[in-house]
């Protein structure tokens, strides 16, 4: 137990459809991430956010959609994603969000894109 | 944006063997973190070392840092099947700040 959860653990999606994944830590930190985790492919950071507000955004398609309504809060919201999309999507926390922190990582959404 | 290479990115030894892997990039690091992933899991933080040359110890896990600071390499003492799992090093980039994850060595240890 990281104190960081993620829910669902699992989710199937038409590519049609709208859902959100949620992250919440217990751990009192000021910095939360997205990262999406591919077969064969590193670890990606897609958004960074410190005190709630969105400090990195990597390109990230416009079909997701990241929320921050506190800092022990974190959602991800899909629209209209690809096959592609399918991946383990990770949350992260950190103290003050600086680059060489300790992470402290949930178990992740495994998301399958049909 | 720098590219860190896991080498092996698979390794399936036996139970008490004794292995090493491997952290490459041709950037500077300002520091670098050894995560660990079990399956189902998200990574969890091993060690971070800072310092060109720094050796760090973790019961039977060896950690150290290449002196230029570009490389890093993970030594494992008498392999356990609890030692299983995805290993990902992480680099802090000298110059940007940023924080890039590597390739990852899968290492599966049988009984």
Known sequence: ETGVTQTPRHLVMGMTNKKSLKCEQHLGHNA???YKQSAKKPLELMFVYNFKEQTENN???????????????????????QPEDSALYLCASSPEG??????????????SVL | TQLLEQSPQFLSIQEGENLTVYC????????????RQEPGEGPVLLV????????KKLK???????????????????????????????????GNEKLTFGTGTRLTIIP
């Not at chain 1, 600086?98 to 998301?111: A, C, I, V």
């Open chain 1, 32 to 34: 939360m991430y997205w």
């Open chain 1, 59 to 81: 390109s990230v398609p416009s079909r997701f959609s990241p929320e921050c309504p506190n800092s022990s809060h974190l959602f991800l919201h899909l629209h209209t994603l």
């Open chain 1, 98 to 111: 600086l680059m060489n922190e300790k992470l402290f990582f949930g178990s992740g959404t495994q998301l």
């Open chain 2, 24 to 35: 490459n990039s041709s950037s500077v690091f300002s520091s670098l973190q050894w995560y």
């Open chain 2, 48 to 55: 971070t070392v800072v310092t060109g040359g720094e050796v």
């Open chain 2, 60 to 94: 039977r896990l060896t950690f150290q840092f290449g002196d230029a600071r570009k490389d890093s390499s993970l030594h494992i003492t008498a392999a356990q099947p609890g030692d299983t799992g995805l290993y990902l090093c992480a680099g802090v980039d000298f």
